[in-house]
Structure formats: C-alpha cells, structure tokens
C-alpha cells in the first residue's frame, strides 16, 4: 500500500520492535497487539536484523492487519547514531551479509556489556540475561532486565540513564555504517528509506543536512515527538519533497502500540 493512503485510512503503526532485537514482545504477540488496537497497517522495524519478519507475516494471515517487511539500520554520521528505518525490503544477498556481520558483532557487544557491569560490582552473568532474550539476539533491554532483577536499579529506565544510554559507564558502540551505506542498502534491497525519529538526533541543522542525502522520506511522528515538532518535520518533508511516516517506536509495556501523535 502507497504511504500516501496509509496516512489518509490512519490506523498505522510504522516502528514497532520485538524480541528478534530489542523489544519484549514475540513477532506474533506484536501483531496480536496491533489487531486488538484496530490497526490496519503495521511495520516491524527491528534492529539490524529481519529475523521477525516472517512470523509476524503468518500471524497477520488469521488477522485483519497488512504487516510491511521493514527493519531499522544502526549509522554513525559525525559522532551523533542515526537510525534509518527500510519499508518493503526484500531478502537480497547483500542484505543478508551485512545483516549476519552485524549480529555477530551484537553478540560480542553483549558480553563486552556484561563484562562492564561486573567491573562496577553489578554481579550479573550472561545467563542471566538469557532468561529475557527468549534465545534471540541479546539487546541493551535484556540486559537491563537482568540488572533490574539483581536489584541494582529500580527500573529499565534508570538502568539507561546511569549506565546503558550513549556515552554512559556500560555502553559498548555498536558496529554502525554510514548513512549512506544505510541507504544504498535499503535501496538495494528493493526498499524505501525513511530517516528515524529525527528529534532524538538533537541537531536539526543536521537533519537538513542529512536530508540532502537520498533519503524517500522522514518519520514525522513519534512518540517522543511533540505536536510542534510533528509540524516541523512535517515542513521539511514537503521542503525535500519526502514521504512522511511515523510510529511508536513500540519496545515494551512502557510504550504504546499505535500512539504517536499523528495529525495529517
């Protein structure tokens, strides 16, 4: 379906994680969510990976939800994480290359983090961490699940704050591409590249920036975009001449499946 009508029909939600990265939930238990909300198009949007996808395509069959094959890619532009979200990929050779390096290295990245918690006297072990990946690719909130449990933080949240969010004592980089690795990936795969969240980049002269670069489109809203911001970008994405998406950037209980803040 053109991004065009899914803005005019609403009930959407283009960001959505499940536990084949970061989020808490199955693939099919997301899709089961999304039904339940009364949305009509979805996109599973997981971190560096498409491992999701295929099961949220099946679940989808028995429900009235159209499910997009998307994924989000972690690049590095200047210092600053900028993630850009695939709509309609497809499984190309190259995709799945750069892909498996990239969960490669999560895996590595995990233990380097464990690692940096016991340094700090947080006795935690890679076991303990397992108990919340359910046997996917372990993550920063299965990391902090486990930190919570041990009773060394009060929750997920300040786990991030002290310790896990960028520049923080048990942060660990992840293998990132540039943004227009990021891009030319996407198109290569068949599909369209949106530049995320563009708020959380904290630098909107560097989103111009970015946007000069080939992207298809921007996400407008998101949930930790305010109305104001929504209007902004949504300004740029006419300015550039970009399609407009957004979505819920939906991990866990926090978050909620199909709010955003959209307003055509």
Not at 212 to 234: A, T
Request: aromatic share 6%; glycine share 10%.
């Amino acid at each position: 379906m053109e991004f065009k009508k899914i803005l005019e029909k609403g009930c959407f939600d283009l960001h959505l994680h499940t536990t084949a990265s970061d989020g808490s939930y199955s693939s099919s238990e997301v899709v089961k969510m999304a039904a339940q909300k009364g949305l009509v198009t979805i996109a599973i949007t997981d971190h560096d990976t498409i491992d999701g996808i295929q099961e949220a395509l099946q679940t989808a069959r028995t429900l009235n939800v159209t499910v997009i094959q998307g994924i989000e890619l972690s690049t590095n532009y200047k210092g600053k994480n900028i993630d850009i979200l695939g709509y309609h990929i497809h499984e190309s050779k190259e995709l799945l290359g750069v892909l498996q390096k990239m969960k490669e290295h999560r895996h590595n990245r995990a233990q380097l983090i464990v690692n940096k918690f016991c340094k700090l006297g947080m006795r935690i072990t890679s076991n303990d961490v397992q108990k919340y990946s359910n046997g996917e690719v372990i993550g920063r909130p299965h990391i902090a699940k486990a930190v919570v449990a041990k009773g060394y933080a009060k929750n997920i949240q300040e786990v991030f704050d002290l310790y896990l969010g960028d520049g923080k004592p048990c942060a660990v980089d992840k293998m990132v591409l540039s943004p227009n690795e990021g891009i030319n990936l996407i198109h290569n795969a068949g599909g369209i590249a949106v530049l995320a969240h563009p708020l959380l980049i904290q630098d909107d002269a560097l989103v111009k920036e970015l946007l000069r670069l080939p992207f298809d489109g921007i996400e407008v809203w998101h949930r930790k975009h305010g109305k104001e911001d929504g209007i902004r970008y949504k300004n740029l994405a006419k300015k550039y001449n970009l399609l407009m998406t957004g979505g819920s950037d939906f991990h866990n209980e926090e978050h909620t499946i199909g709010e955003f803040g959209f307003e055509l």
